[in-house]
Structure formats: C-alpha cells, structure tokens
C-alpha cells in the first residue's frame, strides 16, 4: 500500500518518459511531486517549491546536473541530491558526491531501487537522532543550526562532509572500520571501492585538522577514528570488526 506523506520531490531529466514513469512511481508512495527537463526549468521549480530531494539527471540539454546541483546551493535550496544518471564511472560519482549529492544511480535502474534509494536518503538526511551538540577538544558541531566549529573558527562543510563527520564524532576515539562507515553515512556500499570515503576523509582533514593538531586518523588496514594525537598509538578496532 502507498504511504501518506507531505515530501515534496522534483523529479528532473529530459526524458519526459523518465519524469513521468519516476513521477507516477513516487505519487504511488505518497510523495508530493514535480518535474522540470531542463537545468533552468530545474533551479526555478527548486526555488518556487522547495522540494525536501531532488532526483537530478547530469546529462541535461543547458546545464548539468552537477553545475545544477551546485547552482542550488548557491540560492540556499538545500534539498539533498539523488543523481540519476547512465555515467557509473567511479570518477563521476566521486564528482557527483563531492558537490553535495546524497546518492547515485545508474541507467538503466529499477523503480524499486530507486524507491529505495529515496527512501534511504530522506533517512539519513533527516536525522534519525535528535538535535544536539557534539564536541571533541576544541571541535564542535550543533546540529540545530548545523554550524561546525574548530577552535571557534567556522567550518563549512557539504552535506555528506558533515554526515560523515557527525559519524566520527558520536564514536570519538572508536577504531570504525570502512564498511561500517560506508554503511553508516551512504546506506550502502560501492561495490568494494573505497575510493569514495578516502576523498571525503581527505577532503575533511583539509577543513578540519588545517589549523590545530590533527583529529582524523587512518588505522591501516581497518578504518578511520577521531582522536587526539597521543591517542593514535595502539588502536584496537570495535567489538566485532574485521580488517579489510
């Protein structure tokens, strides 16, 4: 049976048969929906409806899904991004993921996959915790106004940089291995490439360790884990995790 809800999604590819097949499927489900076939027609509906996900084609006839995706953080729409796309590069996803998109899915894909790829998505997004402040040394993060700070210094991240670093930060000094991460922050695996949570782990260190002792450290052969320096020596991973 079809849930009740008041989520708003924009659907956008230039096949008018995609947006209607991936409409009628998301209507089925409850979903409050909108369509555009155009980058431009894109940021306006974006901007006029405030969609709570947005499924984004990349290959659009004016502008690109990822230069889209980019233009609506600009005008502060900050609906998490579902790309949905025939590239399946791993490159293209690391673009793809780095400007702020949540997920990604390859042409051809099933409506199913896709139903559950939103579904994932709006999870993780929303928060299944409640708000509140996390804080290691001199790093917090307050996830009412979902402001990061180092040493009082303010540190803008992506939606997935911030995803990812909520993670680390509620286990502090716990040794969590790639799986568990991948698992934790995009609901699901990259078919054992780990290229992806290596680039958002540099792209961290960059933002936060760039002006004090670093926090984020590799465990070789296991994971990552938030702690002080002096802390490094001798990690032990969590009960019941395995090395890669």
């Known amino acids: 049976m079809p849930t009740t809800s008041s989520t708003r999604v924009l659907v956008v590819d230039d096949e008018h048969n995609i947006t209607d097949l991936v409409a009628t499927a998301l209507r089925y489900e409850g979903f409050q929906v909108a369509t555009a076939h155009t980058g431009t027609q894109a940021l306006q509906a974006a901007i006029q409806v405030r969609p709570d996900l947005v499924i984004l084609d990349v290959m659009l006839p004016d502008i690109d899904g990822f230069e889209v995706a980019r233009r609506l953080g600009r005008e502060g729409v900050p609906a998490p991004v579902l790309f949905l796309t025939a590239r399946d590069a791993t490159e293209d996803k690391v673009r793809g993921l780095t400007i702020g998109g949540d997920d990604y899915v390859t042409k051809p894909f099933s409506l199913a996959e896709l139903i ?92 936060i360790d760039a002006e004090g002792p670093p926090l984020i450290h590799t465990v070789r052969g296991v994971g990552y884990t938030l702690r002080l320096p002096k802390e490094t020596t001798s990690p032990k991973p969590t009960s019941g995790q395995v090395g890669d």
């Open 116 to 207: 559950a790829r939103v579904h994932a998505v709006l999870r993780r997004t929303r928060g299944a915790a409640a708000a509140s402040r996390l804080t290691f040394a001199d790093l917090e993060m307050d996830d009412d106004t979902r402001e990061v700070t180092r040493g009082g210094r303010s540190i803008e991240l992506t939606a997935t940089e911030y995803r990812l670093l909520r993670y680390l930060l509620a286990n502090a000094r716990k040794v969590l291995t790639r799986a568990q991460i991948l698992d934790h922050v995009w609901d699901y695996d990259f078919g054992g490439d780990s290229g992806v949570l290596e680039t958002y782990i540099s792209y961290l260190r960059k933002k």
